[in-house]
């Protein structure tokens, strides 16, 4: 009975090991995917982490609004020649993409500016026509956030922060790194065999 107790409870911690490690390795790869994803769509972690936060509260894909500014940034590059399709969207929801000096204003900045606007539009087919042309095929998915407006959205954010959900800087560049250091490794693993 004493022997099969003991097994049951080095069972158990190894049960506990493994599901650390789990966790552990999971974060790795989490903040590295946040570390790319930055580098790739200009929106700082800290931002990212706050819609990653946001978005699972109003049901939305983190992955569908990232997308989504990025369809926002190329509509704001095309709005600002002053002509075509992105430029007239924009003009019908009085959102400018350029500030007082003429230059393009942040993409983060515009896209809650553009979801008050789609916000005060009352016809649904009018209001996912406008957020297609800014935000391409997957605007409808955004409705939600759009419902709620920049105001909560915001106030999430802030929560994200309060709560600890954030994760600074530094935090996130030792994550990365020791994801740096298991892709040598496993690297290195594979070159010798």
Known sequence: AIINGIKSI??????????????????????????????????????????????????????????????????????????????????????????????????????????????QIQNPTERDAQAMEIFGKSAQELNPMIEKGSTVLKEFGKEAEESGYVLDDQALKGLTDVADAFDRVQNAGDSAM
Not at 14 to 27: G, H, L, P, Q
Not at 62 to 89: F, I, N, P, Q
Request: aromatic share 8%.
């Open 10 to 119: 080095a069972d158990a911690v190894k049960d506990i090991a493994n599901s650390v490690k789990e966790a552990f390795t999971s974060t790795v790869d989490w903040a590295d995917e946040l570390d790319s994803l930055s580098t790739q769509t200009g929106i700082s972690s800290t931002e990212l982490q706050k819609l990653q936060y946001m978005a699972g509260l109003v049901d939305v894909d983190v992955s569908t609004v990232t997308g989504s500014m990025r369809k926002l940034t190329k509509s704001m590059d095309s709005a600002s020649s002053g002509s075509g399709a992105s430029y007239e969207a924009f003009q019908k929801l009085g959102v400018s993409v350029k500030d007082a000096n003429g230059e393009l204003k942040s993409s983060y900045d515009v896209f809650y500016e553009v979801i008050d606007a789609l916000g």
